[in-house]
């Protein structure tokens, strides 16, 4: 396992734009197969989670063609809505939930079976969040122990369109149902709580597909989707993640004397809770040129170094973060006085139970943290003559975003941080390490 250590650094400066997003990355590589005709995709995240998309897609029957050089368009050539074929071998997801959770929703409404598997991490987290729904559609699946994978799923001869209120705020789940929803007749509904990220909502309507969204008045919202479609390749241009940035906006904040800018980041309003919770932590962040791009809003992001203050972050902004807390979580330990995070029980079944893992290794760099069944606060050593200690090695437990906001973390705090496996990091930021070096951050 290749192990990576940050240590405190001099200031970071400079303009960076980080990889393409990963949840519209997944939805292009699913649609374009799905539409008849060419998709060109710009921007693709060429991480390893999509890869393990495009894979499967192809082993779905989809010609998908990568790019002579990384970094180009990739272009998909589609089935049309119904159009999957039967897999020859295991469906691998790696370790991605995304990729997992949406491919069922696909394969239920096709009349074949396929077995999926993924990595220890995947196979450790639930999918009866997306069995259930889709055996309602008309799938059966066959899973291991607790529901999880690898599991074998026979899709619906006849997909019914069903109506389905979300028992947990996840925009997986209510991405699967209305892709399963695609190749049944009527119309699929579904009824989410609380908003979640709607790249699923915008990306069908602008293949083609016909999608309702009305706002049911109490923040919650129904969703409307026609079934049987013909969807039409599409350009599709994929913004920086802000998932991603929120790596480097946290590290400027941080590191003392830094004045950074992250460029053509996503900034749809139901990704940009971080950028609302470090304005609540006192960052100096700012939005530049914020434009629309392809349906999604997006800006440049510039941060500086900055006095953190404490704050309380509110449950209702989790789905709007609900990425971005194991970052956020650094950010505050790095300020003076008490940050209170809520709402946090979905970060138990992430990559790994971020909430436990965090506090675990937070601890073991010498900040003080009290964990709830779905709460934290930190105490933070801002305005003390404490800093954060460091000087850890951190298991990163097979989770890109632990790994990544503990070396963060090095980057500000007196002794070095080490983590004991890197290598899930190329699962969301293939080129991490290069990208923040090029902004002054020290590793080794
Ligand atoms: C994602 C939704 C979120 C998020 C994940 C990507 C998506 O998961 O954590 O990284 O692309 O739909 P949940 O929907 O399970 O919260």
């Given at each position: 396992?290749p192990?990576?250590?940050?240590?405190?650094?001099?200031?970071?400066?400079?303009k960076?734009?980080?990889p393409?997003?990963?949840?519209?990355?997944?939805?292009?590589?699913?649609?374009?197969?799905v539409?008849?005709?060419?998709?060109?995709i710009?921007?693709?995240l060429?991480g390893e989670?999509?890869l393990?998309?495009?894979?499967?897609?192809?082993?779905m029957?989809?010609t998908?063609?990568?790019?002579?050089?990384?970094?180009?368009?990739?272009?998909?050539?589609?089935?049309?809505?119904?159009?999957?074929?039967?897999?020859?071998?295991?469906l691998?997801?790696?370790n991605?939930?995304?990729a997992?959770r949406?491919?069922?929703?696909?394969?239920?409404?096709h009349?074949?079976t396929?077995?999926?598997v993924?990595?220890?991490?995947?196979?450790?987290?639930p999918?009866?969040?997306?069995?259930?729904?889709?055996?309602q559609?008309?799938?059966?699946?066959?899973?291991a122990?607790?529901?999880?994978?690898?599991?074998?799923?026979?899709?619906?001869r006849?997909?019914?369109?069903?109506?389905?209120?979300?028992p947990?705020?996840?925009?997986?789940?209510k991405?699967?149902?209305?892709?399963a929803g695609?190749?049944?007749?009527?119309?699929t509904?579904?009824?989410?709580?609380k908003?979640?990220?709607?790249h699923s909502e915008?990306?069908l309507?602008?293949?083609?597909?016909?999608?309702?969204?009305?706002d049911?008045?109490?923040?919650g919202r129904?969703i409307t989707l026609?079934?049987?479609?013909?969807?039409?390749?599409r350009?599709?241009?994929v913004?920086a993640?802000i998932s991603?940035a929120?790596f480097?906006?946290v590290?400027?904040?941080i590191v003392?004397?830094?004045?950074?800018?992250?460029?053509?980041?996503?900034?749809?309003?139901?990704?940009?809770?971080v950028i609302?919770?470090?304005?609540?932590?006192s960052a100096d962040?700012?939005i530049?040129?914020q434009?629309?791009?392809a349906?999604?809003m997006?800006?440049?992001?510039?941060?500086?170094a900055?006095?953190?203050?404490g704050c309380?972050?509110?449950a209702?902004?989790?789905?709007?973060?609900?990425?971005?807390y194991?970052v956020?979580?650094?950010?505050?330990?790095?300020?003076?006085?008490d940050?209170?995070f809520e709402?946090?029980?979905?970060l138990?079944?992430?990559?790994?139970?971020?909430?436990?893992?965090?506090?675990?290794g937070?601890k073991?760099?010498g900040v003080d943290v009290?964990?709830g069944?779905?709460?934290l606060?930190?105490?933070?050593?801002g305005g003390t003559?404490?800093?954060?200690?460091?000087?850890?090695e951190v298991r990163?437990?097979?989770d890109?975003?632990?790994?990544?906001?503990?070396?963060?973390?090095?980057l500000?705090s007196e002794?070095?941080?080490?983590?004991?496996?890197?290598?899930?990091i190329?699962?969301?930021f293939?080129?991490?390490?290069?990208?923040m070096?090029?902004?002054?951050?020290?590793?080794?």
């Amino acid at each position: 396992m290749p192990t990576l250590t940050s240590r405190k650094s001099a200031p970071l400066a400079g303009k960076a734009r980080v990889p393409g997003d990963k949840s519209i990355s997944h939805r292009a590589l699913m649609l374009g197969t799905v539409a008849l005709g060419e998709t060109r995709i710009s921007g693709l995240l060429e991480g390893e989670d999509v890869l393990r998309t495009a894979a499967a897609m192809r082993a779905m029957g989809a010609t998908v063609i990568a790019p002579e050089t990384p970094g180009g368009d990739w272009v998909v050539h589609g089935l049309g809505v119904g159009g999957l074929l039967a897999p020859h071998e295991d469906l691998d997801m790696g370790n991605s939930g995304t990729a997992a959770r949406l491919l069922l929703g696909l394969i239920a409404g096709h009349d074949f079976t396929a077995r999926m598997v993924g990595d220890a991490s995947l196979s450790s987290r639930p999918m009866k969040r997306v069995t259930d729904p889709l055996s309602q559609v008309g799938a059966t699946f066959k899973t291991a122990d607790g529901g999880r994978l690898p599991l074998r799923i026979t899709g619906a001869r006849d997909p019914m369109p069903i109506a389905y209120e979300l028992p947990v705020a996840s925009a997986q789940v209510k991405s699967a149902v209305l892709l399963a929803g695609l190749n049944a007749p009527g119309e699929t509904v579904v009824v989410e709580p609380k908003p979640t990220r709607d790249h699923s909502e915008k990306m069908l309507t602008h293949f083609g597909g016909k999608v309702r969204v009305e706002d049911l008045g109490d923040g919650g919202r129904r969703i409307t989707l026609n079934g049987r479609p013909e969807l039409k390749g599409r350009d599709v241009i994929v913004p920086a993640d802000i998932s991603s940035a929120a790596f480097l906006l946290v590290a400027a904040a941080i590191v003392p004397g830094s004045d950074i800018t992250v460029t053509g980041v996503g900034l749809n309003p139901l990704r940009a809770g971080v950028i609302e919770t470090l304005k609540d932590l006192s960052a100096d962040i700012e939005i530049l040129d914020q434009r629309t791009e392809a349906g999604e809003m997006i800006g440049d992001v510039r941060v500086r170094a900055s006095n953190l203050k404490g704050c309380t972050v509110p449950a209702s902004r989790a789905p709007a973060q609900i990425d971005e807390y194991p970052v956020l979580f650094v950010a505050s330990a790095f300020a003076q006085g008490d940050t209170r995070f809520e709402g946090l029980d979905e970060l138990r079944v992430k990559e790994s139970d971020r909430l436990s893992v965090m506090a675990e290794g937070l601890k073991a760099c010498g900040v003080d943290v009290e964990e709830g069944e779905d709460w934290l606060v930190v105490h933070g050593v801002g305005g003390t003559d404490k800093t954060v200690a460091g000087g850890a090695e951190v298991r990163s437990h097979l989770d890109h975003r632990i790994a990544m906001s503990f070396l963060v973390l090095g980057l500000a705090s007196e002794n070095p941080i080490t983590i004991d496996d890197a290598s899930p990091i190329d699962t969301s930021f293939p080129g991490f390490r290069a990208l923040m070096e090029s902004l002054g951050a020290s590793f080794e």
